[in-house]
């Protein structure tokens, strides 16, 4: 009896295997992205990569990541805004910019540059 279920197993797992294993199943189409040899070429593919770069623009002034915005980099050293909060352990990135003691290394300081490296970059591809 044991035998015989066992025979059921490996038949049913070689059947699972073989049906798994189909070239169909492999490949697929990548839906959302264009190739860029084929893209920009009628107007309104180059007006939508255009869209494209002025959204990376407003990702980086608004909140680029974990409250590193372009906006908050700016005005942070001017008199114009104070980084306040609970205390010195609320968003110490801002903080040290606010209080003009922030190194090279600030995270803040980093997300702002890649951001705009991001921006540059689409716009060299585009070109």
Known sequence: MKTLFYKYIVLLLIL?????????????????????????????????????????????????????????????????????GAGPADAPKLQQIGRLVHEMDNPAIKDVWHSLYRIVNASNALI
């Open 16 to 84: 699972l295997g073989v049906a798994a294993c189909s070239e169909d199943e492999l490949v697929k189409q990548s839906t959302g992205r264009f190739d860029s040899g084929n893209f920009l070429t009628t107007e309104a593919e180059a007006e939508q990569a255009i869209i494209g770069i002025y959204d990376y623009l407003s990702v980086a002034y608004n909140n680029y990541n974990d409250w590193s915005s372009l906006f908050a980099v700016k005005v942070l050293p001017a008199d114009d805004a104070n980084a306040g």
